[in-house]
């Protein structure tokens, strides 16, 4: 948006987002638990009326890419002549018993503002005795979501499948690294585990309990956090015959964000899988989100100049900045 207004591009500009009508910084929910808007939005509600920028609360259900309109939960029609589709990404669950969404209350996942608002409440206003907390994932949403609770003087355990939290990224060693820090904040670690069911408490059987391991261990719960992985956030596309989605459910794009077959349409973020350095890649980073935002505005505005290129960087907040 501000890349299109800031390339020159006049014309009307309709943001449509299923959650809130201010762009947020999501990396404050993980790393801070910041559950109110006022306090991790970009901007303020008149810059984007000062800026006639259109922000619709609302939820995106249908594209018709001949018609060039898109259909909305609420029953809304919009028109398009450019459309950049930038829905983003989609927590996943896990399968199991007590831990499917609507099995058990106080297992959470982490994505919008109304999670980190749930997970507050359900530790409490800090005058309470702390809270057993299990933290299923050992990648950059259960770390970090970890460190956190953790400095909150919550019992917090980190539940991984890999040998050391993030290896998969970094190998081993700088893991490792990574879960000294934590270890010092006071989080605990069961690594190389696979999870196999909740329970419910013994005091309320609505809420959960305890986390089942299948090595038979238990871990008391009074709240469980899921950080197992998102995926892209475009079911309302998968029965489009106008695009073909990846198997991950991403779009392919070009360098410039463009989807191929599609007039004036692009993808970014999340969504996106485009080439870099000779490879196709999805980066789930709100960096790249934004430098593609930008590459996509200037295409836009400024349709005879080259994409310009970027380095793909991401950071975390694991006991030090990386």
Not at 3 to 14: A, D, Q
Not at 123 to 147: C, H, R, T, W, Y
Not at 189 to 207: G, I, T
Not at 231 to 243: G, H, I, Q, R, Y
């Amino acid at each position: 948006m501000e890349g299109l207004r800031g390339g020159g591009f006049k014309g009307p500009i309709t943001v449509i987002s299923r959650e809130t009508k201010q762009p947020f910084d999501r990396t404050k929910l993980s790393k801070a638990l910041i559950g109110d808007l006022s306090k991790v939005a970009w901007r303020s509600e008149d810059f984007y009326k000062k800026a006639s920028i259109d922000m619709v609360e609302d939820e995106a259900t249908a594209v018709d890419f001949d018609k060039k309109t898109i259909s909305t939960k609420s029953g809304q029609s919009y028109p398009y002549t450019k459309l950049i589709l930038a829905p983003g990404a989609s927590p996943k669950s896990l399968p199991l018993d007590g831990l499917k969404q609507g099995d058990l209350e106080n297992v959470f996942l982490l994505r919008s503002l109304v999670h980190t608002q749930a997970i507050n409440k359900a530790l409490g206003d800090g005058e309470q005795s702390p809270k057993k907390v299990v933290v299923i994932g050992s990648s950059f949403i259960g770390m970090e979501v970890a460190n956190c609770i953790a400095s909150k003087k919550h019992n917090v355990t980190v539940v991984g499948m890999e040998s050391a939290p993030t290896e998969s990224v970094f190998g081993a060693k700088v893991g490792n690294i990574f879960k000294g820090l934590l270890e010092k904040n006071g989080v605990k670690f069961v690594m190389d585990a696979e999870v196999s069911h909740a329970s419910p408490s013994s005091s309320n059987n609505a809420y959960v309990g305890a986390v089942h391991l299948k090595s038979g261990t238990e871990l008391e719960a009074d709240l469980v956090i899921l950080g197992v992985g998102v995926a892209p956030a475009t079911e309302f596309l998968k029965d489009n015959k106008s695009v073909t989605l990846e198997k991950d459910g991403s779009i392919k794009v070009d360098e410039r964000f463009s989807v191929a077959g599609l007039d004036g349409v692009y993808a970014i973020g999340d969504i996106a899988t485009y080439p870099y350095k000779g490879s196709m890649v999805r980066i789930e980073h709100w960096d790249v989100a934004q430098n593609a935002g930008r590459s996509v505005a200037r295409s836009i505005a400024q349709p005879n100049l080259k994409p310009k290129e970027f380095i793909p960087i991401f950071w975390s907040a694991l006991g030090a900045q990386l």
